[in-house]
C-alpha cells in the first residue's frame, strides 16, 4: 500500500504561478491546518492493521515551511518505520531538515516546472547545490508545454545529483480548469522521449520507465494500493466529479476504502474501451477518468502513447 500523507495543505507559494495549475483551491492553500504527529501515528496503525505499508509519499502543501519541532518529530517517526519515504517539496528552502538530514530511508523530489513555476532560477541554483541524489517532477500545464524538451532537458542535465525526472499529467480540477488533456499529454511525453534518446542525459527519465512497466504488465492502473490522508485527518481518494474535475473524495472507513477501489474495477472492466484494452489494469492512469469520446480525447491511461512508444518509441 502506498500513502500520500498530507500532513498541512498550507503553501508559501500560494499566490504564485504554480497555484494556477495546483489542484487545491487558494483557500486550501491557505489553511494553516496542521495533522498532529500522534495522529499520523494512529492512523498508520489503522492502516497497518489492514494492508502491508510499503511506501509513503509526503507532500502538502509544502512540508519544508513546517514547524521546526514539528519537522524533527514527524521525521523521526517516518524513519522508524520499516517503508520507503518520499519527500515532495517546491525547495523555496534548504535549510529544512527534511533537506539537509535527510534518513536513509527517504528520498526526495522537487517539483519544478521552469518559468511555469514561481522562483524557478532559485530553486535551479539550489538543486545544483544538492548533494543527496533527487528526483524532478513537473506538472504538464499547457504553459509547461510551451517549453522546448530539448531545451529543458539539457538544463537539467547541469545538474550532477539528479537522479530522475517525471512528467505528470495535467488534470481538470476543482480549483482550475486549463484545456489540456490526455491526447496533448501524449503528444507533450513523445516530444520528451524522442529529445531524451538523442540527449542521453546521466538521468532516468521515469515517462520511459512507467512505459515500460505498463508493456510488461508489472504497472497497475487500479486505486486499490493508494489512499490519501488530509490535513482533516480523514482517508481519500483522488475522484473525478459530474463534471470530470478532480477532488478528494473524503472515506469513512477503510471498508469504505475497499468498496470504492473495488467499484472502479467493476466500472471500468465494463466501459466498452477498457474492457478491449490489451492494457486494462496496466496502463498508465494514476486514477481512472471516465472515457469520453476516445477518438477524440483519447483515456487517461493514455493508450495511444502505450501503443505509439511500443511500435516506434522503444527502439529510437
Ligand atoms: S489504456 Fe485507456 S482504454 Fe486501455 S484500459 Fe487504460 S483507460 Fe481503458
Not at 260 to 269: C, P
Not at 273 to 289: A, D, F, M, P, V
Request: net charge negative; glycine share 4%.
Amino acid at each position: 500500500m502506498i500513502l500520500s500523507l498530507n500532513p498541512t495543505y498550507f503553501c508559501n507559494f500560494r499566490n504564485g504561478k504554480c497555484a494556477d495549475t495546483c489542484y487545491l483551491t487558494k483557500t486550501q492553500l491557505s489553511d494553516l491546518r496542521l495533522l498532529k504527529v500522534d495522529e499520523i501515528k494512529a492512523r498508520i496503525e489503522e492502516l497497518s492493521k489492514a494492508f502491508t505499508l510499503e511506501h509513503i509519499d509526503l507532500y502538502g502543501g509544502e512540508i519544508t515551511i513546517l514547524p521546526l519541532d514539528y519537522q524533527l518529530e514527524l521525521m523521526s517517526y517516518l524513519a522508524a518505520l520499516n517503508v520507503s519515504v518520499n519527500i515532495v517539496t517546491n525547495l523555496s528552502k534548504s535549510d529544512s531538515p527534511f533537506i539537509t538530514h535527510l534518513p536513509r530511508n527517504f528520498t526526495l523530489s522537487v517539483s519544478w516546472d521552469y518559468e511555469a513555476r514561481q522562483s524557478f532560477d532559485k530553486v535551479f541554483e539550489r538543486m545544483k547545490n544538492l548533494k543527496n541524489r533527487f528526483s524532478i517532477l513537473s506538472l504538464a500545464s499547457p504553459e509547461f508545454s510551451q517549453f522546448d524538451p530539448k531545451m529543458i532537458l539539457e538544463l537539467l542535465m547541469k545538474l550532477p545529483s539528479l537522479q530522475a525526472f517525471e512528467i505528470k499529467p495535467y488534470n481538470q480540477n476543482q480549483s482550475n480548469q486549463y484545456s489540456f488533456g490526455h491526447i496533448d499529454y501524449e503528444e507533450l511525453i513523445k516530444k520528451y522521449i524522442i529529445a531524451y534518446k538523442q540527449l542521453k542525459p546521466h538521468f532516468q527519465f521515469v515517462n520511459i520507465d512507467l512505459l515500460e512497466m505498463s508493456l510488461k504488465r508489472t504497472k497497475s492502473s487500479w486505486s486499490d494500493q493508494h489512499l490519501y490522508l488530509t490535513p482533516d485527518n480523514e482517508w481519500s481518494v483522488l475522484e473525478f466529479d459530474q463534471a470530470g474535475n478532480e477532488y478528494f473524495k473524503k472515506l469513512n472507513s477503510i471498508q469504505e476504502y475497499l468498496a470504492w477501489s473495488g467499484r472502479e474495477k467493476e466500472v471500468f472492466q465494463l466501459d466498452p474501451h477498457c474492457q478491449n484494452c490489451r492494457h486494462l489494469g496496466h496502463c498508465l492512469s494514476e486514477h481512472l477518468k471516465p472515457i469520453d469520446q476516445f477518438e477524440i480525447n483519447g483515456c487517461s491511461g493514455f493508450k495511444n502513447l502505450i501503443d505509439w512508444y511500443e511500435a516506434i518509441g522503444r527502439t529510437l
